[in-house]
């Protein structure tokens, strides 16, 4: 219990996500203008949206088929772990991640047909949950898992 305390006091926020993907561009024209997230930063390899005070960024790291990076970027972390591991190269035992981000939608169903009606790719439809919210889950072009969810 101590432990958890101590970490409580020395993590004060979420500061940033990190997804990874293979094509900037693409990238960036889903999270600003298909999702109208703010861009707050852009570089070749690393692009940073705020998310109600917390940065959403986007890194080329090599784990989504990418081979510009790792000629380019060794300061993210996972070009860092795979480098650590020796594996730079993209193939099936480099290290990756898999990660679900969740954003609350003011009215998920008006969200949903507005961002059906752009492309996005959603594979499942909107579901009324358990707990008593609605959730319905879509890809970005890395197929990186996203969910809108309303309580």
């Given at each position: 219990?101590?432990?958890?305390?101590?970490?409580?006091?020395?993590?004060?926020?979420?500061?940033c996500i990190e997804l990874p993907i293979s094509d900037m561009?693409?990238?960036?024209?889903?999270?600003?203008?298909?999702?109208?997230?703010?861009?707050?930063?852009?570089?070749?390899?690393?692009?940073?949206?705020?998310?109600?005070g917390v940065s959403l960024a986007l890194a080329v790291s090599?784990?989504?088929?990418?081979?510009?990076?790792?000629?380019?970027?060794?300061?993210?972390?996972?070009?860092?772990?795979?480098?650590?591991?020796?594996?730079?190269?993209?193939?099936?035992?480099?290290?990756?991640?898999?990660?679900?981000?969740?954003?609350?939608?003011?009215?998920?169903?008006?969200?949903?047909?507005?961002?059906?009606?752009?492309?996005?790719?959603?594979?499942?439809?909107?579901?009324?949950?358990?707990?008593g919210g609605k959730t319905v889950v879509f890809l970005d072009?890395?197929?990186?898992?996203?969910?809108?969810?309303?309580?």
């Amino acid at each position: 219990m101590l432990r958890i305390q101590k970490l409580i006091q020395l993590i004060s926020k979420l500061n940033c996500i990190e997804l990874p993907i293979s094509d900037m561009k693409k990238s960036i024209d889903f999270y600003e203008n298909i999702l109208g997230l703010k861009k707050t930063y852009e570089h070749p390899t690393w692009t940073s949206f705020d998310l109600g005070g917390v940065s959403l960024a986007l890194a080329v790291s090599g784990t989504k088929n990418s081979k510009k990076t790792t000629e380019t970027c060794k300061s993210c972390s996972f070009c860092v772990l795979r480098f650590a591991e020796s594996k730079m190269a993209y193939n099936k035992e480099a290290p990756t991640a898999t990660s679900v981000i969740y954003f609350e939608a003011n009215n998920l169903e008006d969200e949903y047909r507005e961002l059906k009606e752009k492309g996005v790719n959603f594979i499942t439809e909107p579901k009324e949950q358990e707990w008593g919210g609605k959730t319905v889950v879509f890809l970005d072009p890395d197929k990186n898992i996203l969910v809108l969810t309303q309580q």
